[in-house]
Nanobody, 114 residues
Framework: QVQLVESGGGLVQPGGSLRLSCAASGFRFSMYPMNWYRQAPGRGREWISGISPPGRNPNYAASVEGRFTISRDNSNGTVYLQMDSLKLEDTAVYFC???????WGQGTQVTVST
């Protein structure tokens, strides 16, 4: 069974940091690119970052460039999203996605609030 499970969300103050994890199972993780998306209340799902199978050439949406870092560990089938300098507008449910497998995780809530 192909599955993605996110974790690491929570409540953080502006300027704080969180690290999200997405554990993959049921497919050969190291062969597939991985993406992170987010969906804020009342808005559509927004792509924010992607990473190639070997972990090179990460790319980012302009809204998170310089603050978020995507990485992956192919030995344990996990992709990460390090989020620094968080802003109120980063509040959203964050999802990982394996585009070539068409699989989404269930999402993890990130709330940035004073």
């Amino acid at each position: 069974q192909v599955q993605l499970v996110e974790s690491g969300g929570g409540l953080v103050q502006p300027g704080g940091s969180l690290r999200l994890s997405c554990a993959a199972s049921g497919f050969r993780f190291s062969m597939y690119p991985m993406n992170w998306y987010r969906q804020a209340p009342g808005r559509g799902r927004e792509w924010i970052s992607g990473i190639s199978p070997p972990g090179r050439n990460p790319n980012y949406a302009a809204s998170v460039e310089g603050r978020f870092t995507i990485s992956r560990d192919n030995s344990n089938g996990t992709v990460y999203l390090q989020m620094d300098s968080l802003k109120l507008e980063d509040t959203a449910v964050y999802f990982c996605y394996a585009p070539q497998r068409g699989v989404w995780g269930q999402g993890t809530q990130v709330t940035v609030s004073t």
